[in-house]
């Protein structure tokens, strides 16, 4: 049976959200959607690592707070909130953290009272709080054994600096000192009103709004709402790692780019995807398709408040780890010197759109997709917007871009493996 023609649509239009403002100054943003019997809000913080004075305080407070509150116990919460069918996620990244609250728009009540507990009156027992050190600190130290963690926080290190907020790491050991203070300092300190907004969707009455602002309004401020001083980024052009007892090698190749805000960053998405970013891309049929060289690669353009970066990742056998790595800046350089195929970029555009559709399936994504754009400074019109500049885009377009930012001397690599790919292969 012949299959219909795949219809993408012209625009993707996504509801505004509603912006009230409380009186302590946070702003809560409600997207309605009443077909759903579900709610979902997310408490988004300034309180990611960038602002942390002592090693893993900002993961350990996030993660710690549903450990126990002022009127019940980690296994109270838990079970409360199993009880109704409730689920409370947490999620962090360099510069801020994200409490989740999902629930059946009927359980909305017994679920926020949960919330309140967690997000207002979270102790950190002291038990709870060592038996989380030492789980996280051996979990991290098993971790760090694996290649793939090794490049990852080398690449961090190659683009920013050891010492930049975005490229900085901790030994395991650091947990060792880390004290219920600097969680409670940390949270003191960041879990404010003035580093807080409010993302809510589904089904939104008056009663819940107003519950919810109600929540909200009890977040203290504390002036400590500024954002850090970035210092200026130091990149390494290559840094490799031995693993001697491994038996494949993990890469990233990318370079330091810019934010979302960049008028380039959605080109250079185009791109990104154009190299690596579906099962058939360039990268993927290359190392894989014809090589054999891995299971998987891909690129992505990666987002964060103050910068943003263009990486391709792949694990590969020890033995051909310099030959896939020829084979990646050989697919970098034919972006830059071959104009794309306007049937491949058809095809990568129509994937980009897709993806964006199938993410906005439903109020949860709605809401994730808003509260980035929230951060970004923006408005879900900038959904219509990107869509727009991805259509709109040309094998000129992907050329000139390919040139501009994707030389072969800015480029930075990482390696960590068993044996280190140079001199066989030519590092920039």
């Not at 219809?7 to 009230?20: F, G, L, M, S, Y």
């Not at 997000?119 to 098993?142: C, M, T, V």
């Not at 203290?220 to 970035?230: L, T």
């Not at 030959?323 to 994937?351: F, G, H, M, W």
Request: glycine share 8%.
């Amino acid at each position: 049976m012949k299959r219909p023609p795949l219809i993408i649509p012209e625009t993707v239009d996504v509801p505004q959200a509603r912006r009230h403002t409380l009186s302590n100054g946070v702003n809560l943003y409600a997207i309605p959607s009443e077909e759903f019997e579900v709610l979902r809000f997310t408490f988004v913080f300034r309180a990611g690592t960038v602002v942390q004075r002592v090693p893993f305080s900002a993961s350990s407070t996030l993660n710690m707070l549903s450990e126990g509150s002022e009127r019940m116990t980690a296994r109270q919460i838990a079970e409360r909130l199993d009880f109704y069918g409730s689920n409370f996620e947490v999620n962090m990244d360099r510069d801020f953290v994200y409490v989740t609250f999902n629930t059946l728009s009927k359980f909305f009540t017994p679920t926020l009272e949960v919330a309140e507990q967690i997000l207002l009156h979270p102790i950190f027992p002291e038990e709870e709080l060592a038996s989380y050190r030492e789980k996280r600190k051996q979990g991290l130290a098993i971790e760090r054994m694996k290649v793939d963690t090794i490049v990852r926080e080398n690449f961090g290190k190659a683009l920013f600096g050891e010492k930049h907020p975005y490229g900085i790491t901790y030994p395991e050991s650091a947990y060792d000192t880390l004290t219920r203070n600097d969680l409670t300092d940390l949270y003191r300190n960041r879990y404010t009103a003035d580093n807080a907004l409010i993302v809510c969707s589904g089904r939104i009455d008056d009663q819940v709004l107003k519950a919810l602002c109600s929540l909200g309004e009890q977040l203290p401020r504390s002036g400590s709402g500024a954002g850090i001083e970035f210092p200026k980024g130091e990149s390494t052009p290559y840094r490799f790692t031995q693993r001697a007892d491994a038996v494949q090698s993990s890469i990233r190749v990318g370079r330091l780019l810019f934010p979302r805000t960049h008028p380039d960053f959605i080109g250079m998405q185009v791109v990104a995807t154009v190299l690596g970013g579906y099962f058939g891309s360039r990268l993927m049929q290359n190392l894989r398709e014809e090589h054999g060289y891995t299971y998987g690669v891909g690129s992505a353009m990666i987002n964060f408040e103050q910068a943003g970066y263009l990486a391709v990742a792949t694990q590969v056998g020890a033995e051909v780890t310099a030959s896939a790595l020829q084979e990646i800046y050989r697919e970098i350089e034919r972006l830059r010197t071959e104009p794309v195929s306007e049937d491949e970029l058809s095809l990568v555009k129509n994937i980009m759109i897709g993806e964006i559709i199938r993410v906005l399936d439903g109020p949860f994504g709605i809401a994730d997709v808003t509260i980035e754009n929230i951060l970004c400074g923006k408005d879900n019109e900038a959904v219509t917007e990107g869509v727009r500049q991805i259509r709109a885009t040309t094998p000129d377009d992907v050329l000139r871009l390919a040139q501009k930012y994707l030389r072969h001397e800015d480029l930075i690599t990482a390696v960590a493996g068993p044996q280190n790919p140079l001199p066989s292969w030519n590092n920039p």
